[in-house]
């Protein structure tokens, strides 16, 4: 529902019509208030045109600068998701390969038995 919001900005006092939370619209206009007295403390004589619109560009600078960081953020998101399911493909491909091979050429006991019989022998014999 929209409803009628009175703020201040720059010793102005604006009414806005907003559907958003009135909490959030004096938030938003605090925050011009205070981008609009730091650029008007610089200024030699604030004319509150100028000092609106060099606001203005800052925050439009800090919104474009937000946005193309979050931008590259996402990029790289996707980019590393890519990577890892890439490496998972791969990890799934090795362990089938590891559970073919192991069903294909089992190596039993019988096999490994004369290996451990020579090792004992070597053991066993006592040094010339």
């Known amino acids: 529902?929209?409803?009628?919001?009175?703020v201040d900005i720059f010793g102005q006092t604006f009414t806005v019509n907003s559907e958003d939370?009135?909490?959030?619209?004096?938030?938003?206009?605090?925050?011009?208030?205070?981008?609009?007295?730091?650029?008007g403390g610089t200024a030699k004589t604030a004319v509150p045109l100028r000092v609106a619109i060099m606001a203005a560009m800052?925050?439009?600078?800090?919104?474009y600068k937000a946005s193309c960081r979050e931008a590259e953020i996402e990029q790289e998101a996707a980019r590393l998701?890519?990577?890892?399911?890439?490496?998972?493909?791969?990890?799934?491909?090795?362990?089938?390969?590891a559970t073919s091979e192991s069903t294909v050429n089992p190596?039993?006991?019988?096999?490994?038995?004369?290996?451990?019989e020579k090792e004992e022998k070597k053991e066993i014999l006592p040094p010339s």
């Open 21 to 39: 939370d009135e909490k959030y619209v004096r938030q938003l206009a605090s925050y011009v208030d205070q981008r609009m007295r730091q650029v």
């Open 81 to 97: 998701s890519s990577v890892l399911v890439e490496r998972l493909e791969q990890s799934e491909k090795m362990d089938g390969i």
């Open 58 to 63: 800052s925050i439009a600078d800090e919104y």
């Open 1 to 6: 529902m929209r409803r009628l919001i009175e």
């Open 107 to 116: 190596v039993t006991a019988d096999q490994r038995a004369p290996t451990l």
